[in-house]
């Protein structure tokens, strides 16, 4: 793991020398043609390149090892980075939603011909990043976002070279521009919208998506093992599921509980891809044993002395 990490770092750099490149050529090229669509382009590039300085910091802050304050590492720098780019794009887009709809009322003329140039220079250079990411983009949610970051300006710029070459021959049609620029956005934030929703369920701690039926049968059928409840899942990054679970057993001495430990650890980790798992054991002690766990209801200071008797 740590050898992708390096691989993709040193990768990263160069996308960002790249992008920065692209970005300023084409803010100079928009305000020069009066382009909104590259403007536009512009814009994406921009994230790009603050999207993939916080990759690459994530990264490396990733492969940091675990501390006493920090017991669980760092591998949520990376879903962090991941939020952000994401939550980037989906803002940048919706900003060019509304200047890309105000040019239909205020359309400007448009210098087709040198936005061509320049359109043309951001693809080849998205394109170039593409191909440092494209075998790296499925290791993380972090990398994959950038990567899907430089896909969607790769296409923009692709929609950019089409809408400048139509232009140069009907240079009367200035919607063209705004209706680039309206397409890239919206292609941008379908791609971001399921990458944000799937860094708040990390974020959130929402469960591991696992099948918790088949998981309580196979734990149940165990020797010793009377149930399984009080299940609780999360994860740290896209690929470490953490899992602890309360596990009702016959009466018996604590040393025989070890081996029935290691049965249901090892099922846990071949079966359903958990990786740090902590075990509750337990003889006649929970009332509810629910697999999930239930909202206790709230315990006000003057009910202390019921709830001792209770």
Known sequence: MHHHGEISGRR??????????????????????????????????????????????ALRIALRTATPRRSYGYKRAEILA????????????????????????????????????????????????????HQHA?????????????LADTLSSVGVVIGAVILIFFPTLTWIDPVVSLLISFYIIKESKDIFLRTVDILMQSSAELDY?????????????????????????ERTIHFEAHIELEDMLLSQTAAIRERIQRLLEDQFGVSHITLQFECRCCAERTIYVKEPTPVHHHDHSRCAHG
């Open 213 to 237: 039926e088949e998981m309580k049968r196979s734990v149940e059928a165990i020797d010793g093992v009377q149930n399984i409840h009080h299940v609780h899942t999360w994860l740290a990054n």
């Open 82 to 133: 991941a939020f952000l780019n994401s939550l980037f794009l989906l803002l940048i887009s919706a900003y060019l939603i509304y200047e890309a709809i105000a040019r239909f009322y205020r359309p400007e003329p448009i210098k087709g011909d040198w936005m061509l140039i320049v359109a043309v220079i951001g693809l080849v250079g998205n394109l170039v990043c593409v191909m440092l990411l």
């Open 138 to 150: 499925n290791h993380s949610l972090n990398i994959r976002s950038g990567y899907l970051h430089l």
């Open 12 to 57: 990263l750099l160069w996308v960002t020398l790249i992008n920065l490149v692209i970005t300023i050529a084409e803010v100079i090229g928009g305000i020069v043609t009066g382009s909104i669509a590259l403007l536009s382009d512009s814009a994406h590039n921009l994230s790009d390149t603050i999207s993939i300085v916080l990759s690459y910091v």
